[in-house]
């Protein structure tokens, strides 16, 4: 079964820098890989995904991740971030052969500070 | 746009309730899922659903169980409600791997 690391339970940061938050993945196999967002006490938002081809994925909200099929990684960046962006972050992978379909990672808790 | 809707936000139980919390697709998703996120420890898979009448249990199905009677609508039952089921609970749907899940705005649940 596919397993998700997410190096980092909280991100604090300075609005207007960059950020990355970081995301490993266990399986080599073909996966497709999602980031999502949620704001408080809402539901999770797909910020983007890679499915196939060009490694670097392009979402909304100004946010990029690229895949490293190597270090079986994909992470997160935004060049310059807002105090909107304060979110949690989850990355998942999906689990080929498995009806339960995609696993989530344990979250990263963005804080945009001013 | 695919809307998942969860009939409540905020619910406030008693200690041995009977506690049903519904949701609803309307793109005609085959698999439907139910979490819960408590602080700390992600996202948990309670129970997920590929198909109507169909049910799998995920990695936390203690205390609850489900129900989907028609393919729109995947219910989660708390039997007896306990206070450690005091959680978020998110319902998703998706067609296919590929497609990710789509999550409704989740039910804060609060057991008294």
């Known amino acids: 079964a596919q397993s998700v690391t997410q190096l980092d339970s909280q991100v604090p940061v300075f609005e207007e820098a960059p950020v990355e938050l970081r995301c490993n993945y266990s399986?080599?196999?073909?996966?497709?890989l999602f980031w999502y967002v949620q704001y408080p006490n809402q539901g999770l938002q797909l910020l983007l995904k890679?499915?196939?081809?060009?490694?670097l994925v392009k979402g909304i909200n100004g946010f990029e991740a690229e895949f490293n099929k190597s270090q079986t990684s994909f992470h997160l960046r935004k060049p310059s971030v807002h105090i909107s962006d304060t979110a949690e972050y989850f990355c998942?992978?999906?689990?080929?052969?498995?009806?339960?379909?995609?696993?989530f990672g344990s979250g990263t808790q963005l804080t945009v500070l001013p | 746009d695919v809307k998942v809707t969860q009939s409540s936000r905020y619910l406030v139980k008693r200690t041995g309730e009977k506690v049903f919390l519904e949701c609803v697709q309307d793109?005609?998703?085959?698999?439907m899922f139910w979490y819960r996120q408590d602080p700390g420890l992600g996202l948990r898979l309670i129970y997920f659903?590929?198909?109507?009448?169909?049910?799998e249990k995920g990695d936390i199905p203690e205390g609850y169980s489900v129900s989907r009677e028609k393919k729109e609508r995947f219910s989660l039952i708390l039997e007896s409600a306990s206070t450690n089921q005091t959680s978020m609970y998110l319902c998703?749907?998706?067609?296919?791997?590929?497609?990710?899940?789509?999550f409704g705005s989740g039910t804060r649940l609060t057991v008294v």
């Open positions: 998703a749907s998706s067609r296919t791997g590929s497609d990710g899940y789509t």
């Open positions: 399986s080599s196999v073909s996966v497709y």
């Open positions: 890679y499915l196939s081809g060009s490694t």
């Open positions: 998942a992978v999906s689990d080929p052969g498995s009806a339960r379909q995609l696993t």
């Open positions: 793109m005609d998703h085959e698999n």
């Open positions: 659903s590929y198909d109507v009448k169909m049910k």
